[in-house]
């Protein structure tokens, strides 16, 4: 589509301009993390070059400026996200929030024969949280099944909730196969149960909008990485009555309403959650990975990874002994396969040398693999700096692995 301004958005990605191995750099490693705009750099520059300071501590100028625009991203996440301010708890990414839910929320909940059920395609930080405090409380994670196209066996989740399920969890848009699965669904037959509900939105938020308020999740969690802002940084977004429910995970600075040695009180959500001084340019880049996202419109992003991925699967099938892994309909721009005879750390490497990144693995979601009976695929995802132009540069040097693996 000629209207979608590809080459000005590139232009916007500082790091895109370079060569790799004397290539252009065709960068599809993205659900591993997408690469940063120059308005989130300058956004952090200039936090630390202006405002710099510890926050909701001191009186002075700049700690107030610190605080200001720290809370002012927290309202601009909100807002983003159609949450209220409170439910937007600041944390490392995805992964400490899904821990977060898992030591805070449920762990006090959990009793023996207690079931959380997940779905077979989660990505690690999804499942393990809840095997560590299963395990400590005699309860157990089922994972429900995966269809051979790679979308969720609805009817087989639904046949594994029972009086025993105790939460669910499951992910928005799977990081390996780009599966977008139905979690608005699974919200409403959790919600006719009385069941909480964790939906990990790492995969989802870059490429599809996300109305916390209507979705009704109890809690949804994301990482600023993936979304063009920083590394290390991410939210749970919680339901206020959930949030104000829990007792503090981290204990520390912040968190605190009075602390004596007789005993302490916490401060409202969701500073309760925060303890420590936090990641102030964390925030601030991603609420102007936020604003860069608003500005070039969700829709248009997500109507040019399609674009892009519906250019890309045909001459993805065409090339000789590629399976790919995740065909569900409706699926995000993600393509992972495998090609016969070939190892995938080779296909990697050879892909390397001819500018094009991806990643290789088993993308921190093994019991998927097992599934589909490889150990590791190779996978290539798209975000709203890709065009064609990056599809025919992975399948020539495709082409070209084909020929050395197989010679
Ligand atoms: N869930 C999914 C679906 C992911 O793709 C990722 C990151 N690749 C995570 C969770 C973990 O996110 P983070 O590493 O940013 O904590």
């Not at 940063?36 to 300071?53: D, F, G, H, L």
């Not at 299963?134 to 309860?139: L, P, V």
């Not at 309909?329 to 050879?350: C, W």
Request: net charge negative; charged share 20%.
């Amino acid at each position: 589509d000629s209207s979608y301004p590809l080459e000005r958005i590139r232009a916007d990605f500082p790091i895109l301009a370079q060569m790799v191995r004397g290539k252009r750099l065709a960068y599809l490693d993205n659900a591993a993390t997408t690469q940063k705009p120059r308005a989130v750099i300058e956004a952090i520059s200039r936090y630390y070059e202006t405002s710099n300071a510890n926050v909701h501590r001191a009186v002075h100028e700049l700690a107030e400026r610190a605080t200001t625009q720290y809370e002012g991203a927290r309202d601009r996440i909100a807002r983003f996200f159609n949450a209220q301010r409170e439910e937007v708890v600041f944390t490392r990414g995805s992964t400490e929030a899904i821990n977060l839910v898992a030591y805070s929320f449920l762990r006090p909940l959990l009793k023996a024969g207690d079931e959380i059920l997940v779905t077979g395609m989660e990505h690690h930080s999804n499942i393990v949280p809840w095997q560590l405090v299963a395990a400590e409380r005699g309860a157990s994670v089922l994972a429900a099944p995966v269809l051979d196209d790679g979308s969720l066996d609805f009817e087989g989740w639904k046949k594994l909730l029972s009086e025993r399920t105790r939460f669910i969890a499951v992910v928005h848009v799977s990081n390996t196969l780009g599966t977008v699965n139905p979690v608005a669904e699974i919200i409403r037959e959790a919600q006719a149960r009385g069941i909480p509900v964790l939906v990990d939105g790492a995969q989802a938020v870059a490429h599809l909008p996300v109305d916390f308020a209507a979705l009704g999740a109890d809690f949804y969690t994301l990482s600023a990485h993936k979304l063009y802002g920083p590394t290390g940084f991410g939210c749970l977004l919680g339901r206020r009555e959930r949030l104000e429910a829990m007792p503090p995970w981290h204990g520390g600075g912040d968190m605190i309403k009075t602390v004596s040695f007789a005993g302490s009180t916490w401060a409202e959500p969701p500073y309760r959650f925060e303890a420590g001084t936090p990641d102030m340019a964390g925030a601030i880049g991603l609420a102007a990975a936020l604003d860069y996202v608003e500005a070039l419109g969700l829709e248009q992003i997500a109507a040019q990874e399609h674009r892009v991925l519906e250019y890309a699967t045909p001459r993805l099938r065409e090339i000789p002994g590629l399976r790919l892994i995740g065909t569900a309909t409706g699926k995000g721009g993600i393509l992972s396969f495998v090609l016969e005879g070939a190892h995938a750390q080779d296909v990697g490497s050879i892909l390397d040398m001819e500018g094009v990144a991806v990643r290789t693995g088993h993308h921190c979601t093994m019991p998927l693999m097992a599934r589909y009976g490889v150990s590791a695929t190779t996978r290539a995802s798209l975000a709203c700096y890709n065009g064609e132009d990056d599809i025919d540069q992975l399948v020539a040097a495709l082409h070209k692995a084909v020929r050395l693996l197989r010679s």
